[in-house]
C-alpha cells in the first residue's frame, strides 16, 4: 500500500462546529504532516508529528488541533474556526526525504 | 528552513512544445526534489536530485541542477495537456520541515 489516504475529501462546516480530518498510510513511515492551502497558493507548513510526537508547530492558532492516535492515523481537530480558515488541507508522509501526499479535504467554513 | 524560489511564475505553452522552469535556493543542499500538483489534488513527488548529481532523468523530465548558482531546472519535453499543473522545487530543510516556494504554473494547450 502506497497511498495516502484522507478522509472527508470535502467537508462543510459552521463556525460553531467541532469537525475532525483524518488521515492514514500504511506504508511505515514515522513522520506524518498537516499543510494547509489556499487556492493559488503553496501549502503552508502546520505540523509535523516525528514517531508520533509533535515535532513542529508552525505557530497554528489553536481551533486547529492535531492528534497522532498511532503510527499509521493523524487527524486535525477543528473547532470555531473562521471563513478565512477554507483551504485545502493536505496530510503527508515521508520516507528518504520524499513527501507522500494524500488527495486533500476541501474544507469550507460558512 | 529554506524553500526554492521558482521562475517564472506562470508558463504557457502549446503541446508538443518543451516546458522550462527554474529554482533557485539560498544555502547549501545535498539534495533538491520536485513535486507537481493537479489542481486541488495533493502534491505528487517527480524527482530527487543529488548534490553530487549534474543531471537526472525520469521519462519526460530532466532536472539539472548547479550548485555552485545555487540553481535548479525541470524541464519537461513534448509536453501534453495533462502536464498542466503547478509544479514545485523542495530544498530540504533540518529535520523534517519542508517549505515549498510559489511555485511555477504551466498551462499546456492542446
Known amino acids: 500500500d502506497t497511498e495516502v489516504t484522507q478522509t472527508p475529501k470535502h467537508l462543510v462546516m459552521g463556525m460553531t462546529n467541532k469537525k475532525s480530518l483524518k488521515c492514514e498510510q500504511h506504508?511505515?513511515?514515522?513522520?506524518m504532516y498537516w499543510y494547509k492551502q489556499k487556492a493559488k497558493k503553496p501549502p503552508e507548513l502546520m505540523f509535523v508529528?516525528?514517531?508520533?510526537?509533535?515535532?513542529i508547530n508552525e505557530s497554528v492558532p489553536s481551533r486547529f488541533s492535531p492528534e497522532c492516535p498511532n503510527s499509521s492515523l493523524l487527524n486535525l481537530h477543528l473547532h470555531a474556526l473562521q471563513p478565512e480558515d477554507s483551504a485545502l488541507y493536505l496530510c503527508?508522509?515521508?520516507?528518504?526525504?520524499?513527501?507522500?501526499f494524500g488527495s486533500g479535504t476541501q474544507l469550507s467554513v460558512l | 528552513s529554506q524553500q526554492g524560489e521558482e521562475d517564472p511564475q506562470a508558463l504557457s505553452i502549446q503541446e508538443g512544445e518543451n516546458a522550462t522552469m527554474n529554482c533557485s535556493y539560498k544555502?547549501?543542499?545535498?539534495?533538491l526534489q520536485w513535486y507537481r500538483q493537479n489542481s486541488g489534488r495533493g502534491l505528487v513527488h517527480l524527482i530527487l536530485?543529488?548534490?553530487?548529481?549534474r543531471e537526472k532523468h525520469s521519462g519526460r523530465l530532466r532536472v539539472t541542477l548547479d550548485t555552485s548558482k545555487k540553481s535548479s531546472s525541470l524541464l519537461i519535453t513534448a509536453s501534453r495537456a495533462a502536464d498542466t499543473a503547478s509544479y514545485f522545487c523542495?530544498?530540504?530543510?533540518?529535520?523534517?520541515?519542508?517549505?515549498f516556494g510559489a511555485g511555477t504554473r504551466l498551462f499546456v494547450k492542446a
Open positions: 503527508a508522509s515521508t520516507e528518504n526525504e520524499k513527501l507522500f
Open positions: 506504508m511505515g513511515h514515522r513522520a
Open positions: 508529528y516525528s514517531y508520533e510526537k509533535l515535532s
Open positions: 544555502t547549501s543542499i545535498n539534495n
Open positions: 536530485i543529488r548534490s553530487n548529481e
Open positions: 523542495a530544498p530540504p530543510s533540518r529535520g523534517f520541515k519542508t517549505i
